[in-house]
T-cell receptor, first 111, second 116 residues
Framework: RKEVEQDPGPFNVPEGATVAFNCTYSNSASQSFFWYRQDCRKEPKLLMSVYSSGNEDGRFTAQLNRASQYISLLIRDSKLSDSATYLCVVNGGPGNTPLVFGKGTRLSVIA | SAVISQKPSRDICQRGTSLTIQCQVDSQVTMMFWYRQQPGQSLTLIATANQGSEATYESGFVIDKFPISRPNLTFSTLTVSNMSPEDSSIYLC?????????????FGPGTRLTVL
């Protein structure tokens, strides 16, 4: 079983739509969770950290379910500029363990 | 935050040759990593570059193929040795900065390598 699994997409949605991405992870010892965004031919950049209580940053909402080892990202009112690949990322365990990346979910927002 | 630069940004190489990629960070960092991202794939950790000691390699990666240097806390190199077309990939340098509870991992712009 892959450590971090995501639906690869692509998700093609119209501007203004709400879209949700899901991710599952296999390592129950993981303690830090993130969503990164990667634009075409660019490096990944941190979009947001994911906290147990759930967190929101503008149009983006992240949720974590530790019992189910499940992470989600919700994007409301999609913009053309949201088009990118969204990477689900977890760390390998306590302390400074390397991050493990999902393959990413590709989003295309269409005018 | 951290500003990371990599050189070269891209290269096309012949099989059997070696390429050294440089990574420079704008501030001192303890944790420095090298990743590979093959087309359509996720990022795969190659190794952790340790300052003052040998790099720590992940399963499937060995020092003879990917020698790493880390002479100080702001610089590292990754060499891709005896290259084959299967080594064609984007190689990314990455660092962790933060206070422990709010660490953030930053990535360099990547080096796009094509091996003919």
């Amino acid at each position: 079983r892959k450590e971090v699994e995501q639906d690869p997409g692509p998700f093609n949605v119209p501007e203004g739509a709400t879209v949700a991405f899901n991710c599952t992870y296999s390592n129950s010892a993981s303690q830090s969770f993130f969503w990164y965004r990667q634009d075409c031919r660019k490096e990944p950049k941190l979009l947001m950290s994911v906290y147990s209580s759930g967190n929101e940053d503008g149009r983006f909402t992240a949720q974590l379910n530790r019992a189910s080892q499940y992470i989600s990202l919700l994007i409301r009112d999609s913009k053309l500029s949201d088009s990118a690949t969204y990477l689900c990322v977890v760390n390998g365990g306590p302390g400074n363990t390397p991050l493990v990346f999902g393959k990413g979910t590709r989003l295309s927002v269409i005018a | 935050s951290a500003v990371i630069s990599q050189k070269p940004s891209r290269d096309i190489c012949q099989r059997g040759t070696s390429l050294t990629i440089q990574c420079q960070v704008d501030s001192q960092v303890t944790m420095m990593f090298w990743y590979r991202q093959q087309p359509g794939q996720s990022l795969t950790l190659i190794a952790t570059a340790n300052q003052g000691s040998e790099a720590t390699y992940e399963s499937g990666f060995v020092i003879d193929k990917f020698p790493i240097s880390r002479p100080n806390l702001t610089f590292s190199t990754l060499t891709v040795s005896n290259m084959s077309p299967e080594d064609s990939s984007i190689y990314l340098c990455s660092v962790v900065k933060g206070t422990g509870t709010t660490d953030t991992q930053y990535f360099g712009p990547g080096t796009r390598l094509t091996v003919l």
